[in-house]
């Protein structure tokens, strides 16, 4: 992992960690999927196991919490790409998108300022919106597990699991 990976991964770690993200945590001879609750350091985190191996029909359930550290180079975040947004995700991501071309208008200044930069005419504000600063959306995506930074083609997060994170 190169430093620039590194510092992207601690950074979004950092952010996801209120929304209960699930990562793969390789420090034990086999890898677990434990949540990530905690920092402890700057490449230290604190994770709750999510699946405990107990045998027969229930062999997923946890029966304790147990907490386990584990370091920055061990753990790879499970995230939902972008594209398996469901349609009502999709709605509910337009519709956040609608509040920022609303606040700033799809003519104002800094917004045209923005499509631009992107290369997108701003006659369809809709296609520019999704790199504009909107931290409601930001939060959004990171609540939702999505990977909006690209680091599953990076290596450096997981596809989540199917049913992993429950979708509305």
Known sequence: MTQEERQLLLIDLCARMPYGVKVE????SEPQIHTLFGRVSDDEFLMLETYKSVGGEDYRRVIDDVHYTGYLESIKP????MSSMTEEEIEEYRNLSDEVIGSYGPYHHEF??????LGIKPDNPHECVDGFLNMEAIDWLLANHF?????????IALEALEGMYKTK
């Open 25 to 28: 945590n390789t420090s034990f």
């Open 147 to 155: 990977d909006f930074r690209g680091l599953i083609p990076m290596g």
């Open 112 to 117: 045209t300022a923005h499509c631009v930069r």
């Open 78 to 81: 499970y995230l939902r790409p």
